[in-house]
Structure formats: C-alpha cells, structure tokens
C-alpha cells in the first residue's frame, strides 16, 4: 500500500513564502515523475510543478520565476518552495507521483489528500 502525506500548507500574506512537502511511504519498488497541481475553488485542477526522477522540471506559466520544485530520492519526497506569492495561488495544493508498487507489475498515479494555501491581500 502506498500513501502521499502532504504537509506545508498555510495562511500566507501577498509576497510571501510557502514550503510545502510530500512524503510517499509504503511498499514502493520505484518512483518515476513527481510534481504538485492544485485546484482553486470552481476550477479544475491544474499543474504547478513536476519533476523527474533525474531532476528535469517543468512549471506552469503562472509560477515560473517564483516557485521552485525539488525532491530528495533518498526520503521519496518532493518540495515546492513558493515566493512571491499572489492570492491568485490560493487553491488547494495535491502531490502526485508515479510509482511503481512492490508485487505490483505496472506503474500508476498517486495522489495526497491536498494541502490548503491560502494567500491574503
């Protein structure tokens, strides 16, 4: 069974930082592409930020510049460290990765619960 567990989120005022975090756990053999989307209020969900497991990244137009997407192999955990932030990045944040389970002979998405970010004007 594999879980993400996200953790960082928070009320921030316009032009400050966030860091959020995501930790995968369970019978995991490997773990392919990592990244972040989020979904504000009547939107769709959409993606932030995702990075491979050789660390190339892509961002969204929105947050190039101000968003910054990393991860750490060795904990099976993916960052995003968010500056400058706008209440237009108001939504909340979900973790996604692509893993290959133990005793399981394909790869599939996984999704976190999301993680509330909230920025005030």
């Known amino acids: 069974q594999v879980q993400l567990v996200e953790s960082g989120g928070g009320l921030v005022q316009s032009g400050g930082s966030l860091r959020l975090s995501c930790e995968a756990s369970?019978?995991?053999?490997?773990?392919?592409?990592m990244g972040w989307y989020r979904q504000a209020p009547g939107k769709q969900r959409d993606m932030v930020a995702v990075i491979t497991n050789g660390g190339s990244t892509n961002y969204a137009d929105s947050v190039k510049g101000r968003f910054t997407i990393s991860r750490d192999n060795a904990k099976n955990t993916v960052y995003l460290q968010m500056n400058s932030l706008k209440p237009e990045d108001t939504a909340v944040y979900y973790c996604?990765?692509?893993?290959?389970?133990?005793?399981?002979?394909?790869?599939?998405?996984?999704w976190g619960r999301g993680t509330q970010v909230t920025v005030s004007s």
């Open positions: 369970g019978s995991i053999s490997s773990i392919n592409q």
């Open positions: 996604n990765a692509n893993i290959k389970a133990k005793y399981v002979y394909t790869v599939r998405d996984y």
